[in-house]
């Protein structure tokens, strides 16, 4: 068959699809001609726009799938944003500009053995927690911790003070060795938890009257979240302060370091 009687067969066909009223009937036939015509390699603005417009009318999802796939070539390809290895427990992390990232850990409920100056201590009960780490350069800028009661943390979870001892009251670790520590991969600072329950512990800040008898008591048994005193704040309010913290802390640092060249220069 020549070129000029297929076109014209070709255009005797079509106009029997205006009669054709089942939508099911005339979105298979709109695939099959779309898969017969090598869209991807036409410019033709015409024959485009006439496919989209068609293509609008119709609900068949394997037709806009088949369209999707077609024009897959004339779509800018977006680099899209891949995290790092993430510790295990991760619940929240953010990156920013400058490449100050926060982390977030969660550690379940959980009976571990612990240190009361030189005394051990078995199998004592911990509540849930939350370890809330900012790495700048490859070093642990800052490190909170605060207890959860709720099983799945969520931005609306409440927060409770850490019980123990080791933690100020503004929920900053009192951990200075860990400063020194150097963190080359984010999946590094999934250890650091057990670092620092293996740490000996004291009545320094401790919010009780005795440190010593709770943990004798608390052997071998679950932690009681009635004992748990209230932060008044979520986890979202919670995050965001400890980004608006880490932002003042990147001020802080660059002054500095403008400062010190400054002095170097003089």
């Known amino acids: 068959m020549s070129e000029k009687s297929l076109v014209v067969f070709l255009q005797h066909l079509l106009l029997r699809v205006r009669e054709i009223k089942n939508d099911e009937v005339f979105a298979e036939l709109f695939l099959i001609l779309l898969s017969k015509v090598k869209l991807a390699s036409t410019r033709n603005v015409q024959l ?8 609008s009318c119709i609900q068949d999802a394997e037709v806009k799938e088949f369209f999707r796939e077609v024009i897959a070539e004339f779509i800018p390809k977006v680099k899209t944003v891949c995290t790092p290895i993430l510790p295990k427990g991760t619940v929240l992390y953010q990156e920013e500009s400058d490449g100050t990232k926060i982390v977030v850990l969660e550690r379940e409920r959980a009976r571990r053995d612990v240190i009361f ?3 051990p201590y078995r199998q004592v009960g911990h509540p849930k927690l939350l370890f809330a780490f900012l790495v700048r350069q490859k070093k642990i800028q800052d490190c909170q911790i605060v207890a959860v009661k709720d099983v799945m943390v969520k931005p ?3 927060l409770f003070r850490y019980p123990f001892s080791n933690v100020y009251p503004d929920n900053r670790a009192c951990w200075p060795e860990i400063r020194s520590i150097k963190i080359n991969h984010l999946f590094e600072l999934q250890n650091l938890p057990d670092l620092f329950f293996n740490s000996p512990a004291n009545n320094d800040l401790f919010q009780g009257e005795n440190l010593r008898d709770w943990f004798y ?24 302060m400890f980004k608006s913290a880490a932002e003042a802390s990147g001020s802080d640092n660059l002054n500095e370091n403008s400062e010190e060249s400054t002095r170097r220069a003089v």
């Open 156 to 158: 609306t979870t409440k």
């Open 48 to 55: 485009l726009r006439g496919v989209l417009s068609a293509l």
């Open 217 to 240: 008591k608390l052997q071998n048994k679950d932690f009681d979240d009635k004992e748990l005193t209230p932060l008044k704040v979520n986890v979202q309010d919670f995050f965001e």
């Open 117 to 119: 100056h030189n005394t």
